[in-house]
């Protein structure tokens, strides 16, 4: 059974940092493009960033500069690293996977960020 666990979430204040985790429990992680969504309570799930299976990286307007993704093909694991906080970017974040070339994905349980003073 594929599984995404996501962890790395919590409480933190405005301008502070958080590192979120996805390890996954795919055959052929390198296949999969990752990516990094969010859900604030009463809103749709919006793409935060993506990271293709060659490394190529995208982000929303509104966290480039700031976050991060990346990803470690040894570990199956990967990151968003999300720096300068703001009150706005409080979310539940989820991880998901899509193999290229065919309809698999599969998403996280989600981990919570709360960014507040």
């Known amino acids: 059974q594929v599984q995404l666990v996501e962890s790395g979430g919590g409480l933190v204040q405005p301008g502070g940092s958080l590192r979120l985790s996805c390890t996954a429990s795919?055959?052929?992680?390198?296949?999969?493009?990752m990516g990094w969504y969010r859900q604030a309570p009463g809103k749709q799930r919006d793409l935060v960033a993506t990271i293709t299976t060659d490394g190529t990286t995208n982000y929303v307007g509104s966290v480039k500069g700031r976050f991060t993704i990346s990803r470690d093909n040894v570990k199956n694991t990967v990151y968003l690293q999300m720096n300068s906080l703001k009150p706005e970017d409080t979310a539940v974040y989820y991880c998901?996977?899509?193999?290229?070339?065919?309809?698999?994905?599969?998403w996280g349980q989600g981990t919570q960020v709360t960014v507040s003073s």
């Open positions: 998901n996977a899509e193999r290229v070339g065919t309809s698999l994905r599969f």
């Open positions: 795919l055959s052929g992680f390198r296949l999969y493009a």
